[in-house]
T-cell receptor
Framework: NAGVTQTPKFRVLKTGQSMTLLCAQD?????MYWYRQDPGMGLRLIHY???????AKGEVPDGYNVSRLKKQNFLLGLESAAPSQTSVYFC????????FGPGTRLTVL | AQKITQTQPGMFVQEKEAVTLDCTYD???????LFWYKQPSSGEMIFLIY??????QNATEGRYSLNFQKARKSANLVISASQLGDSAMYFC???????FGKGTRLSVIA
């Protein structure tokens, strides 16, 4: 039982490049979330999903897209990365108790 | 949009003393959940305690208790008998969906 895993753990991109962050959970949770955390701030919700095939916008969705093709996976895409997207990205799953992944540190130069 | 407010950017507490971290929220939902998480300097998010909006009793988990005042829309975290290992960022959150406050940095002094 791995819980919530995130891939990759670290990534450096150049402005304009694209990438996909993968979140996987093995707890059969319906709800999954993507957050970003900037220095000195809390977690801000980017997108979330309430089940396979569904997604919804959170507080800061611009510049990101998501997909939930399989229940256990939630993908976060950056089509054209910008320096403002430099952040630590956390994935979480669960409803009444959330389980968090270890985070992905992304730097956009 | 939902708003979670933590008015204390930083707090200090003496070891073995109790401390209260404040959290207020803005919602028109009837059914919701309230959470507190701890984030140590290592960066992981650690679940501490959960309170459902229909729960009549305040939630408790070991040294953590949640002082839930529904009419005032507040969900303060009380940590009893503080320990040095309690030094961390603490985040209040509400679902659904799960949104967070900006956090309070707690420093426990020996």
């Amino acid at each position: 039982n791995a819980g919530v895993t995130q891939t990759p753990k670290f990534r450096v991109l150049k402005t304009g490049q694209s990438m996909t962050l993968l979140c996987a959970q093995d707890m059969n949770h319906e709800y999954m979330y993507w957050y970003r955390q900037d220095p000195g701030m809390g977690l801000r919700l980017i997108h979330y999903s309430v089940g396979e095939g569904t997604t919804a916008k959170g507080e800061v969705p611009d510049g990101y897209n998501v997909s939930r093709l399989k229940k256990q996976n939630f993908l976060l895409g950056l089509e054209s990365a910008a320096p403002s997207q430099t952040s630590v990205y956390f994935c979480a799953s669960g409803s009444y108790e959330q389980f968090f992944g270890p985070g992905t540190r992304l730097t956009v130069l | 949009a939902q708003k979670i407010t933590q008015t204390q950017p930083g707090m200090f507490v003496q070891e073995k003393e109790a401390v209260t971290l404040d959290c207020t929220y803005d919602t028109s939902d009837q059914s919701y959940g309230l959470f507190w998480y701890k984030q140590p300097s290592s960066g992981e998010m650690i679940f501490l305690i959960y309170q459902g909006s229909y729960d009549e009793q305040n939630a408790t988990e070991g040294r953590y208790s949640l002082n839930f005042q529904k009419a005032r829309k507040s969900a303060n975290l009380v940590i009893s008998a503080s320990q040095l290992g309690d030094s961390a960022m603490y985040f209040c959150a509400k679902c659904p969906p799960l949104v967070f406050g900006k956090g309070t940095r707690l420093s426990v002094i020996a």
